[in-house]
């Protein structure tokens, strides 16, 4: 059985695999003793963001102004408890996006996002409440109707600032929705979230000027304090004042613009003292392109070749008018960028073996990650999926480097066939090819997925079936 393929060989299933490389149990215990120690330290992560949620509760009956004495003061009390409760979870939200390195290198940007987006919903509802609630409240100790009691509300300034704030987030948490997200430009997606920042400066005045739990001189506005102070200025240094500081130093710009197919081309882009950055294969940047007409799109693209100190190389597809300008690049055009982003590396790896599946564009990220990959001859299987022969950029690349190490690459062109196998071609899932026949021993390696959204989804839950572990699957998605 040879080790290698051709592009034109297609994934044909087998019974067993007699000539897979023998376990490396020394070595699967460094990769997974490794894991244990990062996942550990991500889990302590999540206890201190649920920590702060108890800690905001903490405040309010530490503080001496708790009264439940009528139905009014309980109903206040609820509203309170729920302001900051959502208030904190906002924050939290604000930290998880800021690509702060250290969560980055523990749960991945992507990881990161995902726990992001599942907080905005209950963070909305929580403040609604804590409006809601403390208008009903305040107006039942009052003995006032609710339209009065808001009414007077609004006319406190600071009272005001916080409605302003409520309504940004009520623009970023309806722009997430999946339905409306994908009507929306990136553009007008992005910038309503921009809205999160400002809405979190707005809330500031009415929290410290409103009641006496967070009073001048307490230890309670100053904990409050440090916590704004700890997610918004994250913002301010990792997402903005640490990027620029790395595109000024490194001073990247276009080298040169190759085509590879159409509506395909790699950017070759050379700077200075790039290995600083410590990027490597797998991972992704935020790029920005200071040329007419793409100046103000920042675009998050994988690296398609190993770093150098003086070099990086993307892959990039037309997906959209940004996308095709980059075709039109010239030579010399300024580049910034916040990077590098991600944990589809060997970092996040378990085991010896390696299986890897990439559709389409998707190969970029693969190709660099294979480049400086660690492992013995024969422990690595590739799977290549395309639609076409013209979705087969980088193929050769990732072909010769197996052959080079004695590796096996499996390709899989055509339309998609149907039932478990559908992430491969008709052909290939007619005859009975699944992620258990073209991957050998998937319960004791690590598979690394990276293409579309359904097709990715279909190769996930194909290798779950097979037997590989929640823990040994590695992704890269492409949303935004």
């Known amino acids: 059985m040879t080790t290698t393929t051709n592009r034109r060989t297609t994934a044909q299933p087998r019974a067993a695999w007699s000539d897979a490389p023998p376990a490396h149990p020394r070595s699967d215990r460094v990769f997974r003793s490794r894991q244990r120690?990062?996942?550990g330290a991500a889990d302590l992560l999540a206890i201190l963001a649920w920590a702060s949620a108890a800690m905001a509760v903490t405040l309010w009956l530490v503080s001496g102004t708790v009264d439940l004495s009528g139905v009014g003061q309980v109903v206040t009390a609820a509203g309170i408890v729920a302001g900051l409760?959502?208030?904190d979870l906002i924050l939290v939200m604000l930290v998880l996006a800021a690509r702060i390195p250290v969560i980055d290198r523990l749960v991945g940007h992507d990881a990161a996002m995902v726990q992001h987006g599942k907080l905005g919903k209950p963070s909305l509802y929580l403040l609604l409440a804590h409006g809601a609630l403390l208008i009903v409240g305040y107006a039942l100790e009052s003995h006032e109707n609710v339209l009065a009691e808001s009414v007077a509300l609004w006319r406190t300034p600071d009272v005001l600032l916080s409605f302003l704030a409520l309504a940004g987030f009520i623009a970023v948490v309806w722009t997430s929705i999946v339905a409306v997200r994908r009507v929306l430009p990136y553009e007008a997606w992005h910038g309503i979230h921009l809205l999160s920042y400002v809405a979190g400066g707005l809330a500031?005045?009415?929290?410290?000027?409103?009641?006496?739990?967070?009073?001048?001189?307490?230890?309670?506005?100053?904990?409050?304090?440090?916590?704004?102070?700890?997610?918004?200025?994250s913002i301010a240094v990792f997402r903005f004042g640490l990027p620029a500081v790395r595109s000024l130093r490194h001073r990247v710009v276009v080298d040169?613009?190759?085509?590879?197919?159409?509506?395909?081309?790699s950017l070759h882009l050379r700077g200075r003292d790039l290995s600083r950055l410590r990027a490597t294969g797998g991972q992704f940047f935020m790029w920005r392109f200071w040329a007419a007409g793409s100046w103000w799109h920042a675009h998050p693209i994988s690296l398609s070749a190993a770093p150098t100190d003086t070099g990086m190389r993307i892959t990039v597809r037309a997906l959209g008018r940004g996308s095709a300008q980059l075709a039109h690049l010239r030579p010399g055009t300024p580049v910034s960028f916040a990077g590098p982003y991600g944990v589809f590396t060997e970092a996040t790896r378990t085991s010896t073996r390696i299986a890897v599946a990439a559709s389409g564009i998707g190969v970029t990220p693969v190709r660099a990650f294979l480049e400086r990959l660690d492992a013995p001859p024969g422990a690595v299987t590739i799977l290549l999926r395309g639609r076409n022969e013209?979705?087969?950029?980088?193929?050769?690349?990732?072909i010769a480097w197996a052959r080079s190490r004695g590796h096996r690459v499996f390709t899989s062109i055509g339309p998609r066939g149907r039932g478990t196998?559908?992430?491969l071609a008709a052909g290939d899932t007619a005859r009975g090819a699944s992620a258990a026949s073209v991957f050998p021993d998937l319960a004791h390696?690590?598979?690394?997925?990276?293409?579309?959204?359904?097709?990715?989804?279909?190769?996930?839950?194909?290798a779950l079936r097979a037997g590989l572990p929640v823990a040994h699957l590695h992704r890269e998605r492409f949303d935004w």
């Open 445 to 462: 390696s690590d598979l690394y997925i990276c293409g579309p959204g359904n097709w990715s989804d279909l190769v996930e839950q194909d």
């Open 256 to 265: 040169r613009v190759e085509g590879l197919a159409d509506g395909v081309v």
């Open 85 to 87: 409760i959502g208030t």
């Open 37 to 39: 120690r990062r996942r």
């Open 390 to 398: 013209r979705e087969t950029y980088l193929w050769d690349e990732v």
């Open 421 to 423: 196998g559908g992430w």
């Open 204 to 233: 500031i005045p009415h929290q410290l000027s409103e009641g006496q739990m967070l009073a001048h001189g307490t230890w309670e506005r100053v904990y409050w304090i440090v916590l704004y102070v700890v997610a918004l200025g």
